[in-house]
């Protein structure tokens, strides 16, 4: 496994998605780990990421130069490269010309491991106010640009290499090359991380963890809580209880999608409890306005179900959630700020008589996820499914949620969902949704005046989630979808296309 020390950088994820892509399995770790627990996890290499400080200032992030007495080939990036030079003797300054964006990097060595196959000018990412000045005393100077004299160095004795720009960002042409040849020409892996031998050794632990046990799983239908469900049954089968609770905010038929897969009458050995909750939630949320108070509402009142059938189960032995990597990296480390207040299932684990929780994905990324599901032949429209927000469209209804509302939402949400399908242009499409706003508006439908509701509909282009860009949806589509949601649902006389990118805007309404 290769080991990423993380020093504070916007990509520490990203670099663990590029090594795992070469079959490499990785791991981040915030830098503060120990000398002793590094050898103890005895890694194949160790990569340290970027950072937002100066490496010379006494506050900045660092680590002790035993690192580099362990034997283990150590690749610094961007702020990890200054590290590694301010450490070993070299120098570090403010650079004349701060250095953003794509950036032409010339490679001067023809021996490097790491740039083996890399063409000799190459387009990089590069970040930077400071600069390495002067290369520490046994290091080679492999790359540089007109105004950066150390965008790459190496000891090639000691294995020790750097780089000033960002190889894990696409925008580095190059730079999955780069990583590859760390991971194999210098760390000598074997490349035997795959998503078939992931699934058969995690259902493997899950049958010797969990032995006679029982386990209980909350089932939402979204590819993280269907693929955890689904490792389970593979594993222990009917000690497995799956509830699903159908708070009436879910999209059009998707809870009858999710007991067709997980029901009795689906391939799954393992019990499903559907909770039909929809009338307790709308009676919940009525009179209710404002959005923060909807999610916590929604939030609340589904720990209050799910609680209430496991009280009718019994005690359990394990309580399974579908806990992700990025989860574990941004708790474990401490650096990610609060966004919503209710994702997924929080809080369950004070309301549950359970002993142990298990999260059997905790160690991959979503699209590793989404490669697990089609291991474990998941159908693809539940592989596949867009992200969907705890409250569902709860936060899609501006205003007062209502069964009215929901129905008008969920029927103008699936026509434009089909016809964006229909029509090939979802494969770009990092998300995309129909939304009930609280305005009505005058309109006329033959020879009568309407007084309706007005549909707003959303599609953006992103990779992250972090940002992203209105998807310019072709005029045609946009067309047929308009005249389907006001032909076909009650309630409708406009719909509105939202141009606004995040930021300034939210992806969801609400």
Request: proline residues 5%.
């Amino acid at each position: 496994m290769i080991l990423v020390l993380d020093f504070g950088g916007q990509y520490n994820q990203l670099i663990a998605r590029r090594v795992r892509e070469c079959n490499v399995y990785c791991e981040v770790h915030p830098n503060t780990l120990s000398i002793g627990k590094i050898k103890e996890m005895n890694p194949k290499g160790i990569i340290f990421t970027g950072g937002p400080n100066s490496v010379y200032k006494p506050e900045s992030a660092t680590i002790s130069t035993e690192i580099f007495e362990l034997g283990v080939p150590v690749l610094g990036i961007c702020y990890g490269s200054q590290l590694i030079a301010h450490l070993l003797g070299g120098k570090v300054d403010t650079a004349p010309v701060s250095e953003y964006g794509k950036t032409e990097v010339a490679i001067k060595s023809s021996s490097s491991k790491l740039f083996d196959g890399v063409s000799s000018k190459t387009i990089c990412w590069m970040s930077h106010t400071d600069y390495i000045s002067k290369a520490p005393e046994g290091f080679e100077i492999t790359a540089d640009t007109p105004v950066c004299p150390v965008a790459g160095m190496e000891d090639e004795k000691r294995k020790i290499y750097a780089v000033q720009f960002h190889p894990e960002v696409l925008h580095s042409v190059e730079g999955s090359k780069m990583l590859s040849n760390f991971v194999y020409k210098v760390c000598e892996c074997a490349g035997d991380w795959r998503m078939d031998s992931f699934v058969a050794t995690t259902i493997k632990q899950l049958k010797e963890k969990i032995g006679s046990g029982k386990a209980l799983c909350a089932l939402s239908g979204g590819v993280d809580s269907s693929v955890a469900a689904v490792l389970l049954s593979k594993a222990i089968g009917k000690q497995l209880t799956c509830v699903f609770v159908d708070h009436g905010l879910l999209r059009k038929d998707e809870g009858d999608q999710v007991e067709a897969v997980f029901g009795p009458d689906g391939p799954y050995d393992l019990n499903f409890i559907r909770v039909n909750a929809q009338e307790r939630f709308y009676e919940k949320l009525k009179g209710v306005t404002e959005p923060e108070a909807k999610r916590k509402i929604i939030g609340e009142e589904f720990i209050r179900v799910f609680e209430e059938e496991a009280k009718k189960i019994g005690a359990v032995d394990f309580l399974v959630q579908g806990t992700i990597y990025p989860d574990v990296i941004e708790s474990g480390l401490g650096k990610s700020a609060v966004i919503k207040s209710h994702h997924n299932v929080g809080g369950l684990p004070d309301y549950v008589d359970f002993k142990e929780i298990v999260e059997p994905l905790r160690l991959l990324f979503k699209d590793e996820v989404r490669k697990a599901g089609r291991e474990l032949e998941i159908p693809e429209y539940l592989v596949n499914r867009q992200p969907f927000p705890g409250p569902g469209l709860g936060i899609r209804i501006i205003g007062e949620v209502t069964a009215e509302k929901v129905k008008i939402v969920q029927d103008a949400d699936a026509i434009y969902r089909e016809e964006i399908a229909k029509a090939g242009v979802d494969k770009n499409l990092g998300q995309y949704f129909a939304a009930l706003t609280n305005m009505r508006s005058v309109g006329v439908m033959g020879d009568f005046r309407t007084y309706d509701y007005a549909i707003a509909l959303r599609a953006v282009m992103t990779s992250d989630f972090m940002t992203a860009e209105s998807a310019q949806i072709p005029w045609e589509v946009l067309h047929k979808v308009t005249n389907r949601i006001v032909n076909e649902v009650k309630g409708v006389n406009r719909v509105m296309y939202d141009c606004t990118s995040k930021p300034p805007a939210t992806i969801e309404f609400e």
